[in-house]
Structures are given as structure tokens and as C-alpha cells.
């Protein structure tokens, strides 16, 4: 078994897995990623770009390959401690603003601290600060049915970003945003990135998402294509992008 490089926060290789239908989803894939890295992972639906994200969070396991956190494997972990990792040190957007409707908007940003014993205090201020740089500080004694959707996606944004994750898996964050809502957030989770040491993988079909990314991998039927690397350009333009030819 080959450890990952040093550079690499999170490593993986020739990962393969076949739905429960029979049909493939990662034939192969390897993919790293540096710390404080902006990752996207582009391609059609049904591409694979989900069920990637997976396998790397741990949150299924890849019928083979490997996968590498901070130098420690990942595959070869149990349930238990997977769930714990994903806990601990990792984050997740879904597509969908999923909000527990019993709390309040401070409260469902806060829930990742306080499930690992921080105190309430001490997490309603990392929770706000988060909410106020995405501009629903002022939202933050309301319940999710008060909200908007654009609103809920989020505080499920300053959720994620709270607890200050190692790795951020974003699988089409900005799908229920509209484009000025879309150009926000990404911002102030390409700034998180860069000012918190976060890395963040970024799972998106949308190029002018894939776009905010410093590296682009591109996937077409669950095996990575050819991906060109540009120059670095301006904040508007991206720096990032591929094309989905082999």
C-alpha cells in the first residue's frame, strides 16, 4: 500500500463502484488535493460527481482503491469511525437546504459544533459570523419555513463553514440559488478556502461554477477525461477549466 504525498490533504486512487442496479459509477478514478485547494469536480449527470464525493468523505466505501486523509487511510475505516471523521473533520452542502425545522436559524448553523461538545455560546458566535457574511445574520431567530430556499442554502453554507472543516465536500451548492445568490456564496467559500486553510471539493455540471475552482477534474461516465489547466486570470473569469473529450 502506497501513502500519499505529503502535499496532498486528501488522496485517492483507482477507485471503482457499481450501483446496486449494476451500473457503473467510478471506473478507476484517482484524483489529490492540496490543502486550502479549491477542487471542482465537473461533468454531466450521472457522470459519477456524487458518488465521488462519497467515497473521499467516507461517507460509502469504494469496492476498491484507496482513499487518504491527512496521510491516514480512509478506506480501510469502519463505520464507526467513519462517521466520526465526517464529524470531526469534514463538511457537507447538499443540493437541497435540508434544515432541522425545529430550530432556528442559529441554532441549525450552530449543530455541528455543539454535536462535538462545544459550548452554545461559544458556537452561536462562530454560527453568526458566518451567517452574517452571507447575509442572513438578520435571519438568525427564524425558522427554515420563514426562510426562502435561497436563504436556507444558506445557512446551510454557514453550517458547513463553522466548524472550521479540514475538507469541504460541496455536492451543487448553488443549484436552488439564483446567478447574484450563486456569485455570493461562492465567493465567501472560495475566500473561507483561502483565509481558514479550508479545502474544497466541489462537485458541480454548472462551468461558471466549475469556474471559481483553481483545478478542475472532469468526469463522463464515472472515469476522469482530459483536463486543461490554465493560466491564472482575474477573480470574474475563474481559473479553472476542461473539456469533456477524452
Do not use: Y
Not at 463505520?79 to 432556528?104: H, T
Amino acid at each position: 500500500m502506497e501513502a500519499p504525498p505529503d502535499n496532498d490533504v486528501l488522496w485517492a486512487r483507482s477507485l471503482h463502484f457499481t450501483h446496486r442496479d449494476g451500473s457503473p459509477a467510478l471506473g478507476g478514478v484517482s484524483v489529490g488535493v492540496r490543502e486550502g485547494e479549491v477542487l471542482a469536480v465537473s461533468g454531466p449527470r450521472g457522470s459519477g460527481k456524487t458518488t465521488l464525493l462519497s467515497c473521499l468523505s467516507g461517507l460509502v466505501r469504494a469496492e476498491s482503491g484507496e482513499v487518504w486523509f491527512n496521510s491516514a487511510p480512509v478506506h480501510t475505516l469502519g463505520p464507526v469511525a467513519r462517521e466520526r471523521l465526517r464529524r470531526d473533520r469534514f463538511g457537507w452542502i447538499d443540493p437541497v437546504p435540508l434544515l432541522v425545522p425545529e430550530l432556528n436559524v442559529w441554532e441549525n448553523a450552530a449543530l455541528p459544533l455543539m454535536l462535538r461538545g462545544t459550548g452554545r455560546r461559544r458556537a452561536k458566535v462562530a454560527a453568526q459570523e458566518w451567517l452574517d457574511r452571507l447575509d442572513v445574520g438578520d435571519k438568525s431567530r427564524l425558522r427554515p419555513h420563514e426562510l426562502t430556499q435561497a436563504e436556507r442554502q444558506r445557512v446551510c453554507f454557514a453550517r458547513s463553514l463553522a466548524p472550521a472543516p479540514a475538507v469541504l465536500f460541496a455536492d451543487e451548492p448553488t443549484a436552488p440559488l439564483h446567478r447574484a445568490d450563486r456569485a455570493h456564496v461562492l465567493r465567501t467559500l472560495t475566500t473561507a478556502a483561502r483565509s481558514h486553510g479550508i479545502t474544497v471539493v466541489l462537485a458541480t455540471h454548472d462551468p461558471e461554477t466549475a469556474a471559481v475552482a483553481d483545478r478542475t477534474v472532469c468526469l463522463l461516465d464515472g472515469r476522469r477525461v482530459h483536463t486543461v489547466h490554465l493560466p491564472p486570470v482575474g477573480e470574474s473569469e475563474g481559473r479553472a477549466a476542461c473539456s469533456l473529450s477524452a
